[in-house]
C-alpha cells in the first residue's frame, strides 16, 4: 500500500506561533552556519591576488594587491567586518571586475530563474502527466511504455542529455542554437536538459500520490456512480495529490535554482551557475559568498514554506471525505 | 474501465487544455521575460565571437585579450604600431624624441575629440598615464608602465619622466589607451567602466552583462572612416559553439580558436581561417633550485632532446605554430638567429639520461587546467619514452601559481606554460622568467642578473642587443627553461570580413574591411 | 524478484570489466599517439580515439574502476560518518544532538555543486578529495534517516524496557537500535549511489574530479563537449556507460526500498517523516 502520508502524524502538527519563531530561529541559525563555514573555507583555498596581476609582476606588486583587498588581515578581523557589512546589505565588490557583487548577482539571477521556471513548467507538464497516466492505466500499455522513460530520465545525468541534446538538435540539424542567451528558442535545450530529472521526480510522487488516492472509498463511490476517468481526475484525484506533488515541485524549484550549474557550462547560460564556477576558479571571494548565501536562503526558505504549508492544512478536510 | 466522456466533462477539457495552453505561453513569457539579446545586422556590422565576456571596459584596469579587443577601439592609443612590419606609428602622438636619457617627449595629434565632442588634450594623456601609477586605482597594467615616474605636459605635448633610463617606453606604450580626464572625474571609475567615452573609431553602444557589448562607429573619429559601421561582441565561452556560430553564420568572426576548430572551419568553403605568428611562446620551465632530477643540466639538455617538436607543432597545433631557437619569437628584440633551433634527438636524451644517473626517475610536472592538458600529456609521453617518468600534478589556477612561484621553490621538476609580454622585447620575457627572486624564477645566475639588469636601462639598440646575446647563450648553457614553439592566433571568419590579423594579437576595427557579401 | 535479474546482471558486468580492466582493455589506456587523434570508431578502436589518440573503449573500460570505486568509497564514508552522528544525536539528545542536527541543516541547505566546487577548491582536485568532498556533502542524509530512526526506536516498548532494566546504553544501541536503523540507511546508501557516480562523472566533468591522464567517464565526456562537433563518440559513449550503470543502480535502489522499507515509499513521506523529531507511536 502506497502510503503518502499518515494522517494522524500530519494531525499530530502544531503550527503554533512558537513552533513557527523555532523553525524560522532554525533556519536563520543554518543560513549562519552556511557562511561562516564557506568565509573560512574559501580563505584557505587559495589567493585571488596572483591571478589579478600581470605576466610579469613582482612578488611585491601581488603584496600589493593582497593589502588592497583586505586579505593580509587576520582571518578573525576579516570575517568580523564581512559581517558587519553583510547585516548592512553590502555583500562587497567583486575582485574580478570591481562591482558590487549584489549587482552581479542581480544580472545573472534573471537568467538562472528563468531556465529554473522553464524547467520546472516543462517537468510539471510531462510528469504530472506521466504520473497520472500510469497510475490510471496501471497494468495497461501507458504504464509499460511510460514507466521506463521515467525511469530514464532519471538516470540520465543532466549534462550527458545536454550534450546529446546539442548533438542532436544543434549540431546534427541546426535547428536550435547550442549556447548562451539568444532568444527564447535558445532556452528550449537547457530547459529540456534541467527537466528531465525533476520530470521523474514529479512522475514518481504523482503516480504515487494517485494511486493511493484511487484505493479510497469515495473513488469507487464515485465510478459505481458513473463517472468517467476524466471527471474523476479532475473533480476529486486533483485536489487531493495536488498537496505532495506541489510539495515536490517547490523542493525541486529550489533544487533547480541552486543546482544547474553543469547545465548551465554546457549551455554557457549566462547565470548563476556560470557565474559560481568562474569565481570559484578565480576566487573571487565576495562573489561566491554572496551565490551560496542567496542559493542557501532559497533554499531554506522554500524547504520552510513547505513545512509549514503541510503544517497548516489538514488533510483530513479537503482529502477523501464526501463528494462534492 | 471506459474513457467516459460525459457532456459537461467538454468544458472541463476545454478548461484543462486552456490551462496547459497558459502553462506554455508562461514558459514563453517567462523567456522573453528578459529582453532577447539578438544581433543587429545593419550593413556593415560585423558580429564577433569572443571566449569571454569583458571583465571591464575601463582600459587602464585588466588588459587580456577578450576585454581590449572591445576597449581599444573605444579608446585611441599613444602610439600603434605598423601590422605587417610592427614598427612605432604615430597615433595619438604624432612625433616623439628623447630630450634626455629620463625624459620623453611626445607631440599631441591636435583636432582630436572625445566622443562627447570635448577635446583631447595632452592633460588627458599624463592622466591616462598617471592613473595607472597610482596605487589606490589598482591597475592591474601597474607593472608595464612601473618604469614611469610620472606624466606631465608642457604646452600642448606629453612629457614622460622615467626612473630610470628605460628602453621599452615606447613599446609599452602602443598598448597606453587614452581618457577624457574631466569627465572620469566627473562621474569616477566605476561609472566610467559601465559608460565608457573614448576618442577611438567606435562609440560603445549598449552591453548586456555577461552576453554581449555593442560598438558603433564613432562620426567625430580623427581617422579615415572605417568600413565596418558596428560591432557586436558576443561571449561565447565554448569553442565548438563558435564554430557552429560561424557556420551557421550567426557570428562573423571567432577569436581564440583552437588548431582543432581551425581544421574544422577550414573543411567548410564559405569560411575560411585567419591566422598570424604571434609573440607568444609555449615554453618548459625547470625547477633548477629543487626540482629533484631537474636541479641537473643534463637531465635537462635531455628533456630538450627527448621532446618531438615537430609532431607537436604538426599534430597537436596542427601546423599552427612554428619551431624556435629559444623562449623568444623572431618578432621581439634581442631574438638571437645565430642560436640552433631545438632539436629532437631521443638518442642523445637517453645518452645524457644514463650520464646522469637519471634513468627510471620521477620527475613531477606542475599544471592546472589553463595549460593545454593534450600538450601537457604529450609531453609526459615523449620523457617516457626516454626513460623518465613523469607525474602530472595537476590543481586548479590559483593553487597552481601558489605553488610554482613559492619563493621557497617547493614545486615540481618542471612546468608549461605560454607566455607573451605584449611587449616585443627580450626584457618582457627573460627578466621575469630568469631574474633572481622573479615570482616565476626558480633559477639563479648572478652573471645573468647583470646582464638583463643592464639591458633593461641601455637605450642604445646595439648595445642592448650585445647584452641580450650573451644573455641567451647563458639560457642556452644552463637550460632553465626552453621554448616548445611560437603560437599563432587564429581566428576564423565568413566571407564578409576581410581582415589581415598582427602579430600583436590586436583587434582594431578600424582595419577591418566588410564586404557587402 | 525476476524483474532484478537484468539489473543484477548488469552490475555484475560493470564490476567484471572494473576488475578485469588491465585483461579487458584492448588498448593502453593511457597510450598517447598523437598520429591518430580523433579517429572515429573502427575495426581497431571500437569507440573511436580521443584528442591524443587514446582508444575510447579502453579509457571507459578503466573509468569504470574510477567510477565505482569513489562511488562506493563515497557512500560507505558518508554513510558510516552519518549513521554514527544519527545515532548519536538521536541517542543522546541534549545540546549535542541539537548542535549535529543543525550542521546537518546548514549542509543541507547548499546547493550540491556550490559545496562540491567549494571543497575541491580548498583540498584540490584528486580521486581522493573526490570521495572526501562527496562524503562531506551527503552524510547529512544518512544522518537524518538515522536520526528519525533512532528516535522512533527509542520510544519502543522494547528499548524502554531495556532502559529500565539498567542495560548500558551503548549495548542497547547497538544491539536494539541499529538493526533498526541499518535497513534504512542501506536504502538510503542504494539510492545515493546512483548519484555518487553521477556526481564524479560531473565533477571530472568540470575538471574538478581526478585528473589527466587517469581515464574517467566525466573527463572523456568534457573533451566530447570541446569536439563535440567533430568527434560525436567522445560524448556519447562514456555517457551511455554511465546512464545504464545509473539505470541497473536506480532499480536496484527501488527494488531494496521496497523490500526493505515499505512504508516509505513516497519521497515526500519520507522527508516529512525525517523532520518530525518526535517520539512516536508505532505505525503499521
Known sequence: MTAVLPRRRLAALPATPRYLAGRIGQSLLALFGVVTIVFFALRLSGDPARLLVPEGATAADIARVRARLGLDDSLWHQYTTFLGHAVRGDLGYSYVQNRPATDLLAERLPYTANLAVAALVLSLLFGVTAGAITALRRGRWQE????????????????????????????????????????????????????????????????????????????????????????????????????????????????????????????????????????????????????????????????????????????????????? | MKLDLIKGSRRRRARTAAGALTAVACLGGAACGIRPATADRAPGTLVIDTANYPSTLDPGKQYDADTYAVYRNIFDQLLRRDPRTQALKPWIATSWKQTDATTW?????????????????????????????????????????????????????????????????????????????????????????????????????????????????????????????????????????????????????????????????????????????????????????????????????????????????????????????????????????ALPDARYDPATARRLIAEAGARGKTVVMDTSPSFNPQIVQAIQADLAAVGLTVDIRSTDQPTYLKKVQDPGHNWGSLRFGRWSCSCLDADGVIYPLFHTGGIWSSYTDPAFDRLVEQGRRVIDPERRAALYDQAFRVLARDLPGLGLFQDYAIYGANSRVRWTPDAQESFYLDTMEVRRR | MKRLTVPVAVLGLYLAVALLAPLLAPDDPNAVT??????????????????????????????????????????????????????????????????????????????????????????????????????????????????????????????????????????????????????????????????????????????????????????????????????????????LALFVLVLAVNLLGDAARDRLDPARRAAVTRRRLLRRAEPAEVTA
Open chain 1, 144 to 324: 509499460r511504455v511510460l514507466m521506463p522513460i521515467v525511469l530514464a530520465g532519471q538516470a540520465m545525468p543532466a549534462f550527458w542529455t545536454g550534450l546529446l541534446l546539442v548533438l542532436l538538435f544543434s549540431v546534427g540539424l541546426r535547428w536550435l542554437p547550442s549556447t548562451g542567451y539568444d532568444g527564447p528558442l535558445s532556452l528550449l535545450l537547457p530547459s529540456v536538459t534541467l527537466a528531465s530529472l525533476s520530470a521523474a521526480a514529479i512522475a514518481r510522487v504523482t503516480r504515487g500520490a494517485m494511486l493511493e488516492q484511487l484505493s479510497q472509498d469515495y473513488v469507487r463511490t464515485a465510478r459505481a456512480k458513473g463517472a468517467g476517468t476524466w471527471r474523476l481526475v479532475t473533480r476529486h484525484l486533483a485536489r487531493n495529490t495536488a498537496i505532495p506533488v506541489l510539495t515536490v515541485a517547490a523542493l525541486e524549484l529550489a533544487n533547480l535554482l541552486g543546482g544547474a550549474v553543469v547545465t548551465e557550462v554546457i549551455f554557457a547560460w549566462p547565470g548563476l551557475g556560470q557565474l559560481t564556477v568562474q569565481s570559484v576558479a578565480a576566487r573571487d571571494f565576495p562573489v561566491v559568498q554572496a551565490i551560496v548565501l542567496l542559493a542557501s536562503a532559497v533554499y531554506v526558505v522554500v524547504n520552510l514554506a513547505t513545512d509549514l504549508l503541510y503544517g497548516v492544512i489538514d488533510p483530513r478536510v479537503s482529502s477523501g471525505g464526501d463528494h462534492p
Open chain 2, 105 to 337: 617627449r611626445f607631440a599631441i595629434r591636435p583636432g582630436v575629440r572625445f566622443s562627447d565632442g570635448s577635446p583631447l588634450t595632452a592633460e588627458d594623456a599624463a592622466f591616462s598615464v598617471n592613473r595607472i601609477l597610482d596605487k589606490r586605482f589598482a591597475s592591474q597594467q601597474f607593472a608595464n608602465f612601473s618604469m614611469i615616474s610620472k606624466a606631465t605636459t608642457d604646452g600642448a605635448d606629453l612629457v614622460v619622466h622615467t626612473a630610470q633610463p628605460a628602453p621599452t617606453l615606447l613599446t609599452y606604450l602602443t598598448t597606453l589607451s587614452v581618457v577624457p580626464e574631466r569627465y572620469v572625474r566627473r562621474v569616477g571609475d566605476e561609472r566610467f567602466a559601465a559608460e565608457p567615452i573614448g576618442s577611438g573609431p567606435y562609440v560603445f553602444a549598449s552591453a548586456t552583462a555577461g552576453s554581449q557589448v555593442t560598438v558603433k562607429a564613432n562620426p567625430l573619429w580623427w581617422g579615415p572612416r572605417p568600413s565596418v559601421r558596428g560591432a557586436v561582441f558576443r561571449a561565447v565561452p565554448n569553442v565548438a559553439s563558435r564554430v557552429v556560430d560561424l557556420q551557421s553564420r550567426k557570428a562573423d568572426l571567432a577569436t581564440t580558436l583552437t588548431p582543432d576548430a581551425a581544421d574544422q572551419i577550414k573543411r567548410d568553403p564559405r569560411l575560411a581561417v585567419l591566422s598570424t605568428p604571434t609573440e607568444r611562446v609555449a615554453y618548459l620551465a625547470f625547477n633548477t633550485i629543487k626540482g629533484g632530477p631537474a636541479t641537473d643540466p643534463r637531465v635537462r639538455r635531455a628533456i630538450a632532446a627527448a621532446i618531438d617538436y615537430a609532431a607537436l607543432i604538426r599534430n597537436l597545433q596542427r601546423g599552427y605554430a612554428k619551431p624556435v631557437n629559444s623562449l623568444l619569437t623572431p618578432l621581439a628584440f634581442g631574438y638571437d638567429k
Open chain 3, 34 to 239: 598523437l598520429a591518430q587523434r580523433l579517429l572515429p570508431p573502427q575495426a581497431h578502436h571500437l569507440m573511436g580515439t580521443d584528442a591524443l589518440g587514446r582508444d575510447v573503449l579502453s579509457r571507459t573500460m578503466y573509468g569504470t574502476r574510477v567510477s565505482l570505486l569513489v562511488a562506493a568509497a563515497a557512500v560507505i564514508v558518508a554513510g558510516v560518518a552519518g549513521v554514527a552522528l544519527g545515532m548519536v544525536a538521536g541517542w543522546r539528545g541534549g545540546w549535542l544532538g541539537a548542535v549535529i542536527m543543525r550542521v546537518v541543516d546548514s549542509v543541507l541547505s547548499v546547493p550540491f555543486f556550490l559545496l562540491a566546487i567549494l571543497v575541491v577548491a580548498v583540498l584540490g582536485p584528486s580521486l581522493v578529495n573526490v570521495v572526501v568532498c562527496l562524503a562531506m556533502v551527503r552524510w547529512p542524509r544518512y544522518a537524518r534517516v538515522a536520526y528519525s530512526t533512532t528516535l522512533q526506536t527509542r520510544g519502543r516498548g522494547f528499548v524502554r524496557a531495556a532502559v529500565a532494566t539498567g542495560a548500558p546504553g551503548r549495548w542497547i544501541v547497538v544491539r536494539h537500535v541499529l538493526p533498526e536503523v541499518l535497513p534504512v540507511a542501506i536504502v538510503v546508501g542504494t539510492l545515493e549511489f546512483g548519484l555518487m557516480v553521477v556526481y564524479e562523472a560531473s565533477l571530472s566533468f568540470l575538471g574538478l574530479g581526478v585528473q589527466p591522464p587517469t581515464a574517467s567517464w566525466g573527463s572523456i565526456l568534457s573533451d566530447g563537449q570541446q569536439y563535440i562537433a567533430t568527434a560525436w563518440w567522445l560524448a556519447t559513449f562514456p555517457g
